[in-house]
C-alpha cells in the first residue's frame, strides 16, 4: 500500500519506527508535514494539495496530529475521509480524544469506569462540585494538557479553590477529579490495534510525583492485563472512534478506571518496556483494513430522504421482548437493524433469530416516521400553577 503519515517530527521516535516498519514490511511510506497541507474545495470533488501541488494518490494515511493544531490537522484527515482514503483514527475521533471533558461525556453513557468528575464555570459551584466527587484531595485538568501537564494535585477545598480561580482568569477551562488513592502513582498504559490490546504498560511517578508520565520521569515495566482490563481498553478505544489509541487507566479498587484515550500514543515507552515491535502491529492492521475506508455513516445514510439512523429501546413492557427480530414487526415497517446492544456486548448485523430482550438497544436505519412512532414519550413534569397575586386578582375585578 501507500500509506502517508502525517506528522511534523520526521525524526520522533514513533515516527521513524513506523516509517521503518511500513519499509520493511515492503510500502510506500511518505511522512508528510500535517501544516504543509492545502484543503482544496474548488473543484467538483474533495482534493488536497501539499506544498502548494496536487497531492499523488494514497491508500492510507497514519495522522499523528499534535494538540498545538487540532483544528487544522483534523480537517486535514476529514478531507483524507471525504477522498475515501483509510485511516485508523477519523477526525472525530482524534477531536472527540483531546478535549477531556467531551471524551468523559462520551465515555459516561457507555458504562465504561472512570474517577468520579465534575465540571463547573462558576467559582460558587467549586466547592459543592468538590464534594459531589468526593471531598479534596481532588485532581485538576486542563480541558487539552497533554504529558501530564495541566494536571496538578489540590490537597485542600480552599487551594483548589484558589487554582481553579487562577486557570480561569486566563481562560483556561477545567475538570475537577476525584483522587483515586489506591492508584498508589501508577497507572496502566493499554495499546488498542484494531480489536484487541498488543502491548501494556504499568507506568509509576517517581518520588513525591503523583503523575506517573515518562515524560515527568515515572518508570515503566510490561504487564499482562487482567481481562477486565484488556475488554474496557478495547471498548473505550472504540467508543471514541479510533482504532490505534493509548488507553490510560487507574487500577481502582473496584476494577479499571479510564483516565484519558490518547489518539497519538508515542511508541518509545511501550516499545522499550515490553520488546514488542508495536509500530509493525499498527502497520500489519492498516495494511489489512485498507480496503474499508472509513466513512460517516449518518451523513451517508441520512441522504435519503425520510430516511435516517435512530436507536431504539426494547422496554420492559414492549410486545418485542421474548421475541425474535424476525418476529419484532420491524422489518415489515421497513426498519433495518444495524446492531444490538445489550449491557456492554454488541452484536453487529443480528441474525433474524436472535431474542429481544428487555432493556435491548437497537441502533437502526429505517423509516423515520416508523421510527419516531416506537419511541416512548419523554416523561414531562407537572408544572405547579402559581396562585395569583392579591394585586393581579384586584385589577381583573375591577378593569
Known sequence: MKLAILSRAPRAYSTQRLRTAALERGHDVKVLNTLRFGIDLSNDEPDLQFRGRQLSSY???LPRIGAS?????????????????YTPNTANGISNSRDKLRATQILSRHNIGMPATFFVRNRADVKQAIEQVGGAPVVIKLL??????????????????????????????????????????????????????????????????????????????????????????????????????????????????????????????????????????????IGDQVDFPEIDVRQRLAVSTGYGVAELAVHSGSEMVGKALRDSGLSDRDITVLT????????????????????????????LEEMRSMIPERPKRRRRVKKLAQKAITAAENP
Open 59 to 61: 491508500d492510507a494515511v
Open 69 to 85: 493544531i487540532t483544528y487544522f490537522g483534523t480537517a486535514v484527515v476529514r478531507q483524507f475521509e471525504q477522498m475515501d482514503v
Open 144 to 285: 487539552e494538557g497533554t504529558q501530564g501537564i495541566g494536571v496538578i494535585l489540590a490537597p485542600e477545598v480552599k487551594v483548589a479553590e484558589a487554582i481553579i480561580e487562577t486557570l480561569q482568569s486566563t481562560s483556561q477551562n477545567v475538570l475537577i477529579q476525584a483522587f483515586v488513592k489506591e492508584s498508589k502513582g501508577r497507572d496502566i498504559r493499554a495499546l488498542v490495534v484494531g480489536d484487541r490490546v498488543v502491548a501494556a504498560m504499568r507506568r509509576t511517578a517517581q518520588g513525591d510525583e503523583f503523575r506517573s508520565n515518562v515524560h515527568r520521569g515515572g518508570s515503566v515495566e510490561a504487564v499482562e492485563l487482567d481481562p477486565e482490563y484488556e475488554a474496557t481498553a478495547v471498548r473505550a478505544a472504540q467508543i471514541m472512534g479510533l482504532r490505534v489509541a493509548g488507553v490510560d487507566m487507574l487500577e481502582g479498587n473496584d476494577g479499571p478506571l479510564v483516565m484519558e484515550v490518547n489518539s497519538s500514543p508515542g511508541l518509545q515507552g511501550i516499545e522499550t518496556a515490553t520488546r514488542l515491535d508495536v509500530a509493525g502491529a499498527i502497520i500489519d492492521f
Open 340 to 367: 444490538l446492544h445489550r449491557g456492554t456486548s454488541v452484536t453487529p448485523s443480528p441474525r433474524p433469530s436472535k431474542v429481544l430482550e428487555a432493556e435491548d438497544r437497537l441502533l437502526c436505519f429505517g423509516k
